[in-house]
């Protein structure tokens, strides 16, 4: 263990933290894990973590597209947290999640806020928490 500043937002002990990228999310979940303890792709469980995260991407240059931590479980349409938090709250777009072309297993957050499912591959900023 050692003293580890956090480069973001710190809520309920766990550090919040923008990165650039842009990586596809998978990639995005790896760094992640390779860089920090207990580290993944945020999970946004709350109306008051959900907007500390906007306020991260209005910090970090206002980003539009951003991945958090949720997928789409074995693409039954229920959506889980990576790190296993439970999947209650979730702003979504109006019509999403629409999983256009039937390939849009991964969550960003788009620039007004709300969440939009997304094709994984495609390159994003993204927020660790640790
Ligand atoms: C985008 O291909 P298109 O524009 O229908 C987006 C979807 C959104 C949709 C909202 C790859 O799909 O996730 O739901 O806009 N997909 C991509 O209209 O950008
Ligand atoms: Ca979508």
Redesign the pocket.
């Known amino acids: 263990w050692r003293w580890q500043s956090c480069g973001g937002v710190v809520i309920s002990g766990r550090c919040y933290q923008f990165f650039r990228g842009p990586k596809k999310a998978a990639d995005s979940e790896f760094f992640c894990q390779d860089n920090f303890p207990n580290g993944h792709l945020a999970s946004v469980t709350s109306r008051f973590i959900h907007q500390q995260m906007m306020n991260l991407m209005a910090q970090n240059g206002g980003y539009t597209h951003t991945w958090i931590g949720g997928f789409n479980y074995l693409k039954t349409g229920r959506f889980l947290w990576l790190d296993g938090s439970h999947w209650g709250y979730a702003d979504w ?1 109006h ?4 999983n ?2 039937g390939v ?1 297993d991964c969550v960003e957050i788009l620039s007004n806020g709300k969440f ?4 994984c591959w ?1 390159l994003r900023a993204f927020i660790c928490s640790y």
Not at 95 to 98: D, F, L, Q, S, T
Not at 116 to 119: C, E, H, R, V
């Open positions: 777009l019509g999403e999640p629409n256009t072309a849009e939009n499912d997304m094709p495609d």
